[in-house]
């Protein structure tokens, strides 16, 4: 039972363009959702974070909306740039507990030069 | 400054072989994770540490697994009599409190054979 749920494997996107990565969760004592960006052989790097208390966090490029209604996340790319091309993670945290974090299954983003 | 380490990268071993994977984390870091990644899948939860003492084990998947951290820095995670279905990428973290972003090591790639 998948409480972090990306439901797209990969997504392609044209250098310069937008990316759009989803994810959509379950568990309502979720009350702080991350990104991770991983790159092959490497541990996942932190991108960006969003407490439950807001519903928009933007930091650069990155741009992270959350809905908590339909329980529902996105992260924005705005310029896409081919570095950008790695598997992006969603995860959550619940303050309930011990802080652990729930991950999705990844997103692989391809940005085509 | 230095990012978390684990060694080593990788370890292969034979099936019902003891290995022991080495995390140090970030110097200061008071909350130290393990996580453990299956191919094609996102990070799953293990083990969390504050300072020393072991806060949450429910992750373990059995009694073959045991992780410490005796002096609250480096951690060790041990796997007992090593099965096949132990492959995969386990990875530490570290966050200076709780609830602050946790920073990944690259991870060891463990393989039973």
């Known amino acids: 039972d998948q409480q972090v749920k990306q439901n797209s494997p990969s997504l392609s996107v044209q250098e310069g363009r937008i990316s759009i990565l989803n994810c959509d969760y379950t568990?309502?004592?979720?009350?702080?959702f991350l990104w991770y960006k991983k790159y092959p052989a490497e541990g996942p790097t932190f991108l960006i974070s969003i407490s439950s208390i807001k519903d928009k966090n933007e930091d650069g490029r990155f741009t992270v909306f959350l809905n908590k209604s339909a329980k529902h996340l996105s992260l924005h790319i705005v310029p896409s740039q081919p570095g950008d091309s790695a598997v992006y993670f969603c995860?959550?945290?619940?303050?309930?507990?011990?802080?652990?974090?729930?991950f999705g299954k990844g997103t692989k983003l391809s940005v085509i030069p | 400054g230095a990012g978390v380490s684990q060694s080593p990268r990788y370890k292969v071993a034979k099936r019902g072989q003891d290995v022991a994977l080495r995390c140090d984390p970030i110097s200061g870091h008071v909350s130290l994770f393990w996580y453990q990644q299956a191919l094609g899948q996102g990070p799953e939860f293990l083990t969390y540490?504050?300072?020393?003492?072991?806060?949450?084990k429910s992750g373990l998947p059995s009694d073959r697994f045991f992780a410490e951290r005796p002096e609250g820095s480096v951690s060790t995670l041990k796997i007992q009599r090593t099965q096949q279905e132990d492959s995969a990428v386990y990875l530490c973290a570290s966050s200076l409190r709780t609830r602050d972003e946790q920073y990944f090591g690259p991870g060891t790639r463990l393989t039973v054979t």
């Open positions: 540490f504050q300072n020393e003492a072991q806060l949450d």
């Open positions: 995860a959550a945290e619940s303050g309930a507990g011990s802080y652990q974090l729930t």
């Open positions: 568990n309502s004592m979720f009350d702080y």
